[in-house]
């Protein structure tokens, strides 16, 4: 790809953000802020969570999860009839219109239960498993921390549908080991914590928690289980298991609830059982912060240069610098979009300044700069971002080179 064809702008000069995450990824041209907790994501950020939603699209296949996309427009009948438009809790985060009457979905509990019960009947319908990937919409009295804390984000939330209380639990654990494994696929490394149920109901919920400093919630870790809890439940602990624990600051990238029959009693969504018994449903929900997700990473891997987004999640693999008059640099490029690299050509009309900031600000994981200097001895100058660690190639080993460091 053409770096002249691909729509991205950094800003040279940018006023202080009230986070790492929402000043890096505005400066370096990711998004653009249209009010306070609202985003416009940008080509370098939609290409970066297009990357976490198919790792956790991935994931969510494997334990047999069907995606869906469902409606962020929802009826308030709908939350009356469950009851949660009773819920003070909910009430203060959902956005209305009252003229229509409608909503804008704030979590999808009630929507997907009205859905499943239209094609379950008996026991051999069961398991239902369906999940999406979807803008939601909350008042956030804090809207705050650029992407960690939006009025309108992106989530994947999903939903099970079993027969009873044991085939929940088993799916329960098999989703939870399927986040451990989506979040270490994207570079980081999570806690499974519990926390108090929320809005959801009485049993404990899990929570998925990474260390961060500047994250807003405060948790108590075993680092060698990589578990623990959220402070908000601290007073259930005994003094002595509160002692064995360490105390930090951690972001919340996604939290899983038991809901029992809770949702899909209030609509009546039943089914008959081998001996013909009509049976009510269990059912479980499972959000990640797709947005936050992001944020998290940009919060975490960054340097005074810019982003460091794992490989795995930067926009690109590579960005090729050509600051000679020969067409080196495109060969480059070409070469190594033929073996399937993510690779941009930076060909824009600016100086050679510009375009090696700008390749630390976006924090291309692999720089590599052919000038005279490099061009006299035959070779390519490559840099990687995470490291700095800078290596002088022969030209006709840089696609070697490259598929070397990024394998
Ligand atoms: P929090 O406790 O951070 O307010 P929550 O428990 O209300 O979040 P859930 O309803 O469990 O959130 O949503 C699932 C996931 O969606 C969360 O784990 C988080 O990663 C993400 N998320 C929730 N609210 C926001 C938000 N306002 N902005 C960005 N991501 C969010
Ligand atoms: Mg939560």
Redesign the pocket.
């Known amino acids: 790809m053409r770096l002249s064809l691909f729509y991205t702008k950094t800003r040279r000069s940018m006023a202080s953000q009230d986070s790492i995450n929402a000043y890096l990824l505005e400066k370096a041209g990711f998004i653009s802020q249209v009010a306070a907790g609202v985003y416009a994501y940008l080509p370098m950020a939609t290409r970066s969570m297009q990357k976490i939603e198919q790792i956790i699209r991935e994931e969510m296949n494997n334990i047999g999860g069907s995606e869906v996309i469902f409606s962020a427009l929802q009826p308030k009948s709908t939350w009356e009839k469950s009851g949660r438009w009773e819920d003070k809790n909910f009430r203060q985060i959902v956005y209305m219109d009252p003229e229509a009457d409608m909503t804008f979905g704030a979590?999808h509990e009630e929507p997907m239960t009205i859905v499943v019960k239209q094609g379950v009947q008996s026991y051999r319908d069961l398991p239902v498993i369906l999940y999406q990937f979807q803008t939601k919409f909350?008042k956030?009295l804090r809207a705050k921390s650029g992407?960690?804390?939006?009025r309108e984000?992106r989530?994947k939330d999903l939903y099970s549908f079993h027969p009873d209380e044991k085939a929940h639990h088993e799916f329960y654990e098999e989703a939870a080991n399927a986040y451990l494994k989506a979040f270490k696929r994207l570079g980081l490394d999570a806690y499974r914590v519990k926390a108090s149920g929320?809005i959801f109901g009485a049993e404990l919920s899990d929570?998925f928690q990474v260390l961060c400093q500047t994250g807003e919630d405060e948790v108590l870790i075993d680092h060698k289980t990589k578990t623990g809890f959220n402070k908000e439940v601290e007073d259930q602990l005994k003094a002595i298991e509160i002692k064995k624990l360490e105390r930090v600051k951690t972001i919340?990238?996604?939290?899983i609830f038991h809901l029992g029959t809770k949702y899909t009693d209030a609509f009546d969504l039943k089914y008959l059982d081998a001996s013909g018994i009509r049976q009510s449903v269990w059912m479980g929900s499972y959000?990640?912060?797709i947005?936050?997700l992001l944020g998290t990473l940009a919060e975490l891997n960054n340097d005074e240069h810019g982003l460091k987004l794992p490989r795995q999640i930067a926009p690109f693999e590579v960005v090729v610098i050509d600051l000679t008059d020969s067409k080196t640099g495109t060969k480059i490029h070409d070469q190594l979009e033929k073996t399937g690299r993510e690779v941009l050509l930076d060909d824009r009309d600016e100086m050679a300044g510009t375009k090696l900031v700008d390749a630390d600000l976006i924090g291309y994981p692999i720089r590599l700069v052919y000038s005279s200097k490099t061009a006299q001895e035959g070779k390519v100058e490559i840099k990687e971002r995470n490291s700095g660690k800078v290596t002088l190639v022969d030209l006709e080993d840089v696609v070697k080179h490259v598929e070397q460091l990024l394998s």
């Not at 919340?252 to 939290?255: L, Q, R, S, Y």
Request: glycine residues 24%; without cysteine; proline residues 0%.
């Open positions: 979590t909350r956030e992407l960690l804390r939006g984000f989530m929320g929570e919340e990238v996604g939290n959000g990640i912060g947005s936050r």
